[in-house]
């Protein structure tokens, strides 16, 4: 199951970047499409009238980061996969999210699935100890990680305060409602290559999201999204 889990990953993490050699300008064009997909999940947030979009806004306003993936799939018979790249921004103040820095999510499950759906994923990232459990190379979210996930709409009260609450709270959107998605165990780690394409040059998770010495104009609709919360 572990070696399913690594092949998983590392193919959410190559997606796109493995097959065909791509020019810096149609690289940075499929970046911007998971930041512009990224800003779509966040500004529908915020229309959201179930009782799910309005714990999560109420978290979002103590949250520390947000890791947005727009789509994650899911498919197969017997052996199923899930995996999809989205970005992680980070608060520094009340209204100041950095630029986005990409991200995958995959994981491996077991049992009968039949069928494929897409859902639009946000885990909001209630701590510092969280956050930089997710800016280590890759991190497998859960006990192992020492963290402590809740699902909103899934059966766990959200709570407005980080204080005896989760470390990371995570919604899904499928069909146009948000609800709760299973993620305990999904592996999550930076994509440095769609980095090194969206920005034209090298740089880390930490340049990006705390340091903040690299920056897209492209990115300007999300941030403001994120300043509306």
């Given amino acids: 199951m572990k070696k399913l889990a690594a092949v998983l990953f590392a ?3 190559a997606t796109g970047f493995a097959a065909v050699p791509l020019t810096q300008a149609s690289a940075q064009s499929r970046e911007q499409e998971v930041v512009d997909r990224s800003t779509e999940v966040i500004e529908h947030l915020h229309r959201g009238h179930e009782e ?3 714990k999560a806004r109420e978290l979002l306003h103590h949250a520390r980061a947000v890791l947005i993936i727009p789509s994650l799939k899911k498919g197969g018979f017997i052996f199923g996969a899930q995996g999809g790249s989205g970005v992680l921004v980070a608060r520094q103040g009340a209204n100041d999210w950095s630029q986005p820095a990409f991200y995958g999510m995959g994981a491996g499950s077991f ?3 039949i069928g494929f759906e897409v859902s ?3 885990l909001i990232i209630m701590n510092d100890h969280a956050l930089n459990a997710l800016m280590e190379n890759k991190v497998k979210l859960g006990a192992e990680a020492g963290l402590a996930i809740a699902t909103i709409g899934g059966g766990a009260e959200a709570s ?3 204080h005896g609450g989760a470390d990371i709270y995570v919604i899904a959107e499928s069909k146009g409602l948000f609800g709760g998605v299973a993620v305990q165990g999904g592996i999550v780690g930076p994509q440095h290559d769609r980095d090194a394409a969206y920005y034209g040059h090298r740089a880390t998770t930490r340049d990006i999201i705390m340091r903040r010495n690299t920056s897209n104009p492209g990115a300007n609709a ?3 999204a994120m300043d509306g919360i």
């Fill in 111 to 113: 049992g009968l699935q």
């Fill in 160 to 162: 407005t305060t980080t």
């Fill in 120 to 122: 639009r994923v946000v």
């Fill in 52 to 54: 799910t979009a309005v």
């Fill in 222 to 224: 999300l941030q403001t």
């Fill in 11 to 13: 193919l959410v993490t």
